[in-house]
């Protein structure tokens, strides 16, 4: 993995660019989550993105049933145990997402310099003239000379199947708008977005909360995508409402940053959620073009110091119905590797498009090249600096891991993990090799009998996040143990490790451990 390691600054040989890449376990660092639907939910079809590089399952409850998640879920954990590739869970919640309702499924053309009314009476039948919506509020909510977008979900940003409205006057209830552009409007699911406009709607709304405490504790999700985040207090309310649930008590909740309420309260949501969606469909709405690379490097920065997952959204759209990506769009996803993004989210690309597999084997293609020229030692010392003096004591031990580990050029970085905290704090400090994280279970009682707990969320839910790479250890064998026990585990980490070819005879391996009360970091060379 850290192997050809080097840095545009220096001087290369371009004919060099076009060696082919040595193939890894790992194809890339960086993660890549997955949505899973339509086109993307057989056993088979999963499976193939498993091996490609699929690390997070995404469902997106904005459409479909709970039966039919809960099939394409069953699905996953069989394919899980057929590729021995783990695999995290993230629900996604619709939010106050508003939507055309169109009864009758059929194609709708919108001709530009005609007027259109959209109006709250859901019982009415869409036509180019009258799109029902399903909010009552949106006369109140805009004013003339306001924009709004209409689009096929997700947006596409096609001028061919999605359009802009103008607001030319509020009647009533219903809002008269002029269509900026021809379109037609094909399928089953169309997004409104309101430019820059509160909409007065529950980011957590009852249908969320009926998804969460059903098929979400059924399924024990580990991670919960909270659309349309507006605020810390959304994130607050939505962690409250998680707690009361109680085996969902432990998951992660994602911000998922879709407008310019996200942006200008950003620094609050970083502060409550545990990672960051840049959802850029939306955004790319509702920010001027110009500014929305500004914000994405400023996002990722921030949640990169706070040591918190950066995930980036709509990267390779046109693969959803074409094998290659776009110029601009392989580029894109790129940059995003160079800007300090954790995982890449594929959307329409894998739920609905035509070539899921291809999606996930290209992008994590692009990133595992993107890695090789990530400027490392730039990033250590400019995030150390972030930090400051004096360093927390888990801190110190990550950063001083990296350091050895990138000084003796090892292989891996083993770390013995129950929380999962550690092995985050060495993969914020981005070592150019693979962290791998034991996740060791820690034994609970409630008087009456003995559990293992938190180890499998652990485990998964470090799928999401750069450079880490579980492993589930024995329970008999604390992360904190005994130099006896640890060895033992060692050992285990060393074969799965070798197994998996990122060890081989002769490498320097870094480990991380603690034994007793003492925080211990380890270079070992192994032998034949």
């Known amino acids: 993995m850290n192997s050809n390691h080097l840095l545009l600054e220096e001087p290369i040989r371009m004919a060099s660019i076009l060696e082919p890449s040595r193939p890894s376990y790992f194809p890339s660092m960086t993660k890549i989550v997955g949505t899973l639907g339509p086109k993307s939910r057989s056993v088979e079809v999963i499976s193939r993105c498993l091996m490609a590089g699929m690390s997070v399952a995404r469902f997106d409850f904005t459409w479909g049933d709970a039966a039919f998640h809960q099939e394409t879920l069953e699905n996953l954990k069989i394919a899980i145990k057929q590729t021995k590739k783990l695999c995290a869970v993230m629900l996604d919640t619709s939010g106050p997402e508003l939507l055309v309702v169109n009864k009758s499924d ?121 659309s349309h985040t507006r605020s810390g207090q959304d994130i607050r309310q939505a962690r409250e409402y998680l707690s009361k649930l109680g085996d969902l008590s432990q998951t992660q909740i994602f911000a998922k940053i879709e407008n310019v309420e996200g942006l200008v309260n950003f620094d609050e949501i970083l502060q409550e959620a545990d990672g960051i969606i840049l959802a850029r469909g939306n955004l790319g709405i509702d920010l001027p073009p110009e500014k929305v690379f500004l914000f994405q490097k400023a996002a990722v920065y921030k949640c990169n110091m706070a040591g918190k997952p950066a995930v980036v959204t709509r990267v390779v759209d046109s693969m959803t119905d074409n094998l290659r990506p776009t110029r601009a769009e392989a580029t894109d996803v790129a940059n995003a590797v160079l800007d300090g993004a954790d995982a890449i ?134 992360a904190e143990g005994s130099s006896a026990t640890n060895e033992t585990v060692l050992k285990v980490a060393l074969d799965h490790g070798r197994s998996i070819g990122v060890i081989k005879s002769h490498d320097r391996v870094v480990v991380c451990q603690k034994v007793g009360d003492d925080s211990v970091v380890k270079i070992i060379e192994l032998e034949d």
């Open 106 to 226: 059929q194609p709708i053309p919108l001709e530009a310099d005609s007027f259109v009314v959209l109006t709250p009476n859901q019982e009415t039948e869409a036509t180019s003239n009258l799109l029902p919506i399903n909010f009552n509020g949106l006369a109140k909510a805009v004013k003339s000379g306001d924009t709004i977008f209409l689009g096929q979900y997700l947006f596409t940003g096609s001028e061919t199947t999605s359009v802009w409205l103008e607001v030319s006057e509020v009647k009533g209830d219903d809002v008269v708008c002029l269509i900026k552009n021809s379109a037609v409007l094909a399928g089953t699911l169309y997004t409104l977005h309101v430019s820059q406009v509160h909409i007065d709607l529950p980011t957590l709304n009852d249908k969320d909360k009926e998804v969460i405490s059903t098929w979400g504790v059924k399924n024990s999700v580990d991670f919960l995508s909270l």
């Open 345 to 478: 989210l594929l959307g329409a690309e894998t739920m609905r498009g035509l070539y899921p597999v291809e999606s996930i084997s290209i992008v994590g293609k692009i990133c595992g090249e993107s890695e090789k020229v990530y400027n490392q030692d730039s990033y250590f010392k400019k995030t150390v600096k972030y930090v400051g003096e004096p360093m927390s004591h888990m801190e110190s031990i990550a950063s001083s891991a990296v350091r050895a580990a990138i000084k003796v050029k090892a292989s891996v970085i083993i770390c013995f993990t129950s929380s999962g905290r550690a092995a985050r704090l060495i993969a914020k400090y981005r070592p150019t090799m693979p962290v791998l994280s034991v996740v060791i279970p820690r034994l609970k009682t409630n008087q009456l009998r003995w559990t293992f707990t938190g180890a499998f969320e652990k485990a998964r839910q470090s799928l999401i996040i750069r450079g880490l790479f579980p492993m589930l250890a024995d329970p008999r064998h604390p």
